[in-house]
């Protein structure tokens, strides 16, 4: 009983786990005040019919901060790769100077900045909720393994634990979307 009880608590874990990396991965796409190759990694590009990440068809640098530079392998992709960019509606603007594509990040407005951290707090909720669904999920495991007769004190003991997994887990939410709202509201 002990070790389904284990086993329920920690797939709980693994499913709060997976919220917590999904989260992160979004946000990374939430542009707050600095240039990162990530920006573009959602933009397709049509490569001989074949529609591809740019990272498959160019290198993406940030030779500073404010700055993006995507270098195709082949020039003949300089065209497509800045009409993907453009068409991409991530409020870049691509400039071909004939040998690679520079793009500039223009600095956030405030109204844009309270708009992405809005963004964030969506995210951040769409986590919780998964986390919350996997502390559900034990919590009814633990219950049918009561029913197969686990005494009452460790099922609510178990169900502590599971409380405390997710306790841990929404903090966790809370601290990275703070950290992020920082720095999106940094000027």
Do not use: H
Not at 23 to 52: C, F, H, Q, W
């Amino acid at each position: 009983m002990e070790q389904e009880i284990k086993k329920t608590l920690a797939a709980a874990e693994e499913v709060m786990n997976k919220a917590i990396e999904r989260m992160e991965k979004e946000l990374v796409r939430v542009r707050a005040n600095k240039a990162t190759p990530s920006m573009i990694d959602s933009v397709k590009v049509d490569y001989y019919g074949s529609m591809v990440p740019i990272s498959q068809v160019a290198n993406v640098n940030t030779p500073d901060a404010r700055t993006l530079s995507v270098q195709p392998w082949e020039k003949g992709m300089l065209t497509p790769i800045a009409k993907a960019i453009t068409d991409a509606n991530l409020g870049l603007n691509p400039q071909n100077n004939g040998d690679v594509i520079i793009i500039s990040i223009p600095p956030l407005t405030e109204e844009r900045r309270k708009a992405l951290v809005k963004q964030c707090k969506t995210i951040a909720e769409d986590a919780k909720v998964s986390i919350r669904q996997g502390r559900k999920e034990a919590n009814e495991s633990i219950k049918i393994i009561q029913k197969n007769g686990l005494p009452e004190d460790l099922a609510k003991k178990a169900e502590t634990t599971s409380q405390d997994i997710t306790n841990k887990f929404i903090a966790t939410v809370d601290r990275v979307i703070a950290e992020k709202e920082k720095e999106i509201m940094t000027v």
